[in-house]
């Protein structure tokens, strides 16, 4: 869409969308996204190629995200005269607890609309929760391995910067006092008495009768003893169906019933049951009605730092073209997954993160390029002397808006190329795209 055409739509859109209130209750318990698409709607402007393109956009970035492994931090700009949507995919592991926030320039009047949803072969993407536009915070644990879709939109015809970052944790406390120093040793689904039996949980070593605490709100469910764990703790969770089992302890310090909190002390470490030949040590396992789950994802202490960027946060929304054959990648960091793009392809980056852009083609697909292989359009290709008229397009395809014809004898600057079209720039200062001129 031009600049021409929103430069004159804005005022209008405006209004309408200000004069479109909703009546009281109208939007309850809908999305901050869903509360502005039926504002789009009510003021008649779904229709319009504006606003139909917002839809579309929030569809497109919901069915074709890119890929990023966690933690991932990127900071982007959003353009007043693009619609402006961005779907990222990524993996998480049961029992993890991601974490997505969200900071924005200007703080007033740009709003962005921040969801997580979850993707699944053969059926809709599930809307799982929606951040306020106060605070900007999503927090989801997942209850089993999934796979998830972060789609940030922002309003139309608005501008602003942002700095979004997604990390994953441990949902549960670790079963061992920070004060004392821990290590896990042995991993679920080991093998056990040569084979006979498979590990339902994790062994932490920790000095003899150090402390083990509660990992959650919840209640003592039981108090005893056994042949393999010796002495024991069960303990339900609040608010969940899961039951966590602590063994070999030397002692316990709790009674059935109890009611305790994340972080109290309910037992002190030991060698009882079938430990009394290994080091002291706590063996750890969550239980559901099913059976023994993997524990490690609810409690193992594994925040990683983010990435630092590197990339120019300067160039962010500045014509750029490739230095050499470069690859479009469709994950964050760099993997097997990409295509090839020739020397001096012109791209626009949206955000940076790390040493990549996450970017737009003239095409409108979209990917990572590494800042290493892309510079600044400014130094000119070439320069040439339109031979027969030329329209100037305001993109790369014969469907765009139509900037101006280009007569024979005007001299052109060349500074990047798109499939069959050159970007350039006139002697007046007009950028656009012209068709390909042979030599």
């Given at each position: 869409?031009?600049?021409?055409?929103?430069?004159?739509?804005?005022?209008?859109?405006?209004?309408?969308?200000?004069?479109?209130?909703?009546?009281?209750?109208?939007?309850?318990?809908?999305?901050?996204?869903?509360?502005?698409?039926?504002?789009?709607?009510?003021?008649?402007?779904?229709?319009?190629?504006?606003?139909?393109?917002?839809?579309?956009?929030?569809?497109?970035?919901?069915?074709?995200?890119?890929?990023?492994?966690?933690?991932?931090?990127?900071?982007?700009?959003?353009?007043?005269?693009?619609?402006?949507?961005?779907?990222?995919?990524?993996i998480v592991k049961r029992g993890e607890k991601v974490t997505i926030e969200l900071s924005k320039k200007p703080d007033q009047n740009f709003n962005l609309y921040l969801e997580l949803?979850?993707?699944?072969?053969?059926?809709?993407?599930?809307?799982?929760?929606?951040?306020?536009?106060?605070?900007?915070?999503?927090?989801?644990?997942?209850?089993?391995?999934?796979?998830?879709?972060?789609?940030?939109?922002?309003?139309?015809?608005?501008?602003?910067?942002?700095?979004?970052?997604?990390?994953?944790?441990?949902?549960?406390?670790?079963?061992?006092?920070?004060?004392?120093?821990?290590?896990?040793?042995?991993?679920?689904?080991?093998?056990?008495?040569?084979?006979?039996?498979?590990?339902?949980?994790?062994?932490?070593?920790?000095?003899?009768?150090?402390?083990?605490?509660?990992?959650a709100d919840g209640t003592i469910s039981n108090v005893g003893e056994n042949k393999l764990g010796g002495k024991v703790i069960f303990m339900r969770l609040d608010h969940t169906n899961?039951?966590?089992?602590?063994?070999?302890?030397?002692?316990?310090?709790?009674?059935?019933?109890?009611?305790?909190?994340?972080?109290?002390?309910?037992?002190?470490?030991?060698?009882?049951?079938?430990?009394?030949?290994?080091?002291?040590?706590?063996?750890?396992?969550?239980?559901?009605?099913?059976?023994?789950?993997?524990?490690?994802?609810?409690?193992?202490?594994?925040?990683?730092?983010?990435?630092?960027?590197?990339?120019?946060?300067?160039?962010?929304?500045?014509?750029?073209?490739?230095?050499?054959?470069?690859?479009?990648?469709?994950?964050?960091?760099?993997?097997?997954?990409?295509?090839?793009?020739?020397?001096?392809?012109l791209f626009i980056p949206e955000a940076v993160t790390a040493n990549q852009f996450r970017s737009s083609f003239p095409d409108g697909a979209i990917g990572f390029v590494k800042a290493?292989?892309?510079?600044?359009?400014?130094?000119?290709?070439?320069?040439?002397?339109?031979?027969?008229?030329?329209?100037?397009?305001?993109?790369?395809?014969?469907?765009?808006?139509?900037?101006?014809?280009?007569?024979?004898?005007?001299?052109?600057?060349?500074?990047?190329?798109?499939?069959?079209?050159?970007?350039?720039?006139?002697?007046?200062?007009?950028?656009?795209?012209?068709?390909?001129?042979?030599?």
């Open positions: 869409m031009s600049l021409r055409y929103v430069t004159f739509f804005l005022p209008v859109f405006a209004i309408m969308i200000s004069c479109s209130s909703p009546g009281p209750g109208l939007f309850k318990k809908k999305t901050p996204h869903e509360q502005y698409s039926k504002k789009i709607e009510d003021a008649g402007l779904k229709e319009t190629s504006l606003g139909a393109a917002w839809f579309k956009a929030a569809e497109l970035t919901l069915s074709t995200p890119l890929y990023i492994q966690l933690p991932y931090m990127e900071t982007g700009y959003f353009a007043p005269d693009k619609v402006n949507s961005i779907g990222l995919k990524f949803w979850k993707s699944t072969i053969g059926k809709s993407p599930e809307l799982i929760t929606a951040a306020d536009t106060v605070s900007y915070m999503i927090t989801y644990v997942a209850e089993q391995d999934d796979s998830l879709v972060l789609r940030l939109q922002s309003e139309l015809l608005k501008e602003g910067e942002y700095t979004m970052k997604i990390n994953t944790g441990p949902s549960l406390a670790f079963p061992i006092s920070p004060k004392v120093k821990s290590n896990i040793g042995s991993y679920y689904g080991a093998g056990r008495d040569n084979g006979q039996r498979s590990h339902e949980g994790i062994d932490i070593f920790a000095p003899f009768r150090s402390e083990a605490v509660a990992i899961y039951n966590v089992y602590y063994a070999h302890l030397d002692t316990q310090l709790v009674t059935q019933g109890q009611k305790v909190k994340t972080g109290d002390v309910i037992g002190l470490t030991g060698k009882t049951g079938n430990a009394q030949f290994t080091p002291s040590h706590l063996h750890f396992g969550i239980y559901t009605f099913s059976g023994a789950i993997d524990p490690i994802n609810f409690v193992k202490q594994d925040l990683r730092s983010f990435a630092k960027i590197i990339a120019p946060l300067t160039l962010i929304e500045k014509p750029m073209r490739t230095i050499k054959a470069a690859r479009i990648y469709k994950t964050s960091p760099p993997q097997i997954d990409y295509k090839m793009i020739p020397e001096n392809s290493s292989d892309a510079i600044p359009v400014q130094k000119v290709l070439t320069k040439q002397t339109i031979k027969v008229a030329q329209t100037l397009y305001s993109n790369a395809d014969l469907t765009s808006f139509l900037k101006k014809t280009l007569m024979p004898g005007v001299k052109v600057n060349v500074l990047a190329f798109f499939s069959n079209y050159s970007y350039i720039t006139t002697q007046s200062g007009e950028n656009g795209w012209i068709l390909k001129q042979k030599s």
